[in-house]
């Protein structure tokens, strides 16, 4: 049985400072690992999409990375802004997406 | 980019009532919705797989008599919460799989409260 692990639960950093989410699968045959954000009382924002044939994908700020002989990824986010506070989730699976308990971040001005 | 909307977004019943939560693809068609619920500080928690033409694959432990979900078209998927208890308060989310993708866009939630 797959099982997510995020690590840490919370975190939080000054403004402007780069830093990175960690994310952990204890199955390595996955097929995809989604990162996203959630804001309080909203729904889920997809942010990257990594599929299992590739190591990593980047949008803007955003970095994402996978190593599935280790069974980890990882969320870079760099120049943190104060809006980039939310809880980011990742998720692995095809069809049916297994949730890790999500990182809290929150960026101090 | 692909949009999913939710409808309501948050809605109070009375014990014993049912409420029927929609999932729409706003832009694009999905085969595959999947319903999910999320308790206060926790992570999502699959319920059903929502295949359109077919039955609802169910997740174990949740009763598909009382969570019923309907696939009638490729933009819309059901939730039905039958008979709904306090203990069935929570937000459920739905997303759509965009199949040529492989990814899946998320809804932005219900907030169920039962009294």
């Known amino acids: 049985k797959q099982e997510v692990t995020q690590i840490p639960a919370a975190l939080s950093v000054p403004e402007g400072e780069n830093l990175v989410l960690n994310c952990s699968f204890t199955d390595s045959a996955i097929y995809n690992l989604q990162w996203f954000r959630q804001d309080p009382g909203k729904g889920l924002t997809s942010l990257l999409l990594i599929q299992s044939s590739q190591r990593e994908q980047t949008s803007g700020r955003l970095n994402a990375s996978l190593d599935k002989s280790s069974g980890r990824s990882t969320l870079y986010i760099a120049a943190s802004q104060p809006g980039d506070s939310a809880t980011y989730l990742c998720a692995v699976g095809a069809q049916k997406l297994v949730f890790g308990q999500g990182t809290r971040l929150t960026i101090n001005p | 980019g692909a949009v999913v909307s939710q409808h309501p977004s948050w809605v109070i019943c009375k014990s014993g009532t049912s409420v029927k939560i929609e999932c729409r693809s706003l832009?694009?068609?999905?085969?595959?919705m999947f319903w999910y619920r999320q308790f206060p500080k926790q992570s999502l928690m699959l319920m059903a797989t929502s295949n359109e033409g077919s039955k609802a694959t169910y997740e174990q432990g949740v009763e598909k008599d009382k969570f019923l979900i309907n696939h009638a078209s490729l933009t819309l998927s059901t939730l039905t919460v039958t008979s709904a208890h306090p203990e069935d308060s929570s937000f459920y989310i739905c997303?759509?799989?965009?199949?040529?993708?492989?990814?899946?866009?998320f809804g932005p939630g219900t907030r169920l409260t039962v009294t």
């Open positions: 997303s759509a799989k965009r199949e040529a993708y492989g990814e899946q866009y």
């Open positions: 832009d694009f068609q999905a085969t595959t």
